[in-house]
């Protein structure tokens, strides 16, 4: 599986062709997230150790319990990712060609044997990948996986080596929707009245509440 063993793949990317007539303007608080839910909440990302997408698991690790508990269908859930993210890119070295003459030749052919293991292993993940559901928003092209709502912090990159948690993810009833996007140190959460405020109480000091027209600009401050 593209990534990893804690999702499915769907037969088609129909269960989120629900979304993009509910989206806002991109660049947006609802480009990311649909209009309709009663409040919206950024859970920012800036200040978690570790950086990056270890601290972005960490946190749907402890945001995962709290979302479980507002939906019927928790072992129900859709989780889109985006394709840009360079699944099959060039793990090559890049190291200082030697001088020496013989080693130079050893190092012309590990470096050849590194390009064919990258070749090898872009291909299969491309394959893999093409064989993926995937759905258009704007600016935006996303692969659609299906899993229990705890697989959003155990989703993989395809070659298995780092996390790859969501861009976007909801149970199948709707209740609430969680939003991110690579350009963002953060991510948006749309939900009921109650939903928002255990996410807040959970997350006390990272979250504050967002109007659904706000630039990503300027719910970021």
Known sequence: M????????????????WI????????????????????????????QEPRGWDSVRRLFEQLVPVLALHTSVADQCWFAIWEGYGFDTSMTSRATMPSDNEERQEFERERRRLREDDAR??????????RLPSFDLPNRRYYLVRGAVNAASKIERPDGMFPQPPDLWWPEDRRWFVGGDTDLDWCYIAGSDRLVSAVGAAFEGHTRAVDWNAS???AGR
Do not use: C, K, M, W
Not at 2 to 17: E, I, K, N
Not at 121 to 130: A, G, V
């Open 121 to 130: 292993r872009n291909d299969s993940i491309r394959r893999t990948l093409s």
């Open 2 to 17: 593209a990534f990893g063993p804690a999702v499915r793949v769907p037969s088609d990317a129909s269960a989120a062709l």
């Open 20 to 47: 993009a007539p509910t989206l806002g303007p991109f660049g947006t608080v609802g480009g990311l997230v649909p209009r309709g839910y009663e409040r919206y909440l950024l859970l920012d990302y800036r200040g």
């Open 216 to 218: 990503n600009a300027a």
